[in-house]
């Protein structure tokens, strides 16, 4: 009879063995939609953030460039008045040192 009681054992463990094993794969089955679910939220949640830096960068790029735009505009005015003093200030020395060779 120890041999009977042998393959009963493993009969029974043969069986639940394959019942064991379907749960398992049922169990991973879950779990791995359950990752599978996270994930895409994940991906869902880092598109989201893409298109926020993108639009950050751009607000940020455009007003980089008006502030460049309005320096470089700036800094033009400032050449051709700069330029325009240093004529008339040479002019007006010119002129002194004229009234200044007469008066001698």
């Known amino acids: ?32 939609d359950g990752w599978r679910a996270r994930i895409y939220g994940l991906m869902d949640q880092l598109d989201l953030a893409n298109l926020d830096v993108r639009h950050e960068f751009r607000q940020r790029l455009d007003t980089t460039q008006n502030v460049y735009l309005t320096a470089r505009s700036l800094v033009s005015d400032a050449g051709h008045d700069a330029g325009s003093n240093l004529s008339s200030l040479r002019l007006d020395v010119e002129q002194l040192m004229g009234d200044l060779r007469y008066a001698h």
């Open 1 to 32: 009879m120890p041999g009977t009681a042998g393959k009963e054992t493993n009969h029974e463990y043969s069986e639940s063995g394959v019942g064991g094993r379907r749960c398992l794969i049922e169990e991973l089955g879950r779990a791995l």
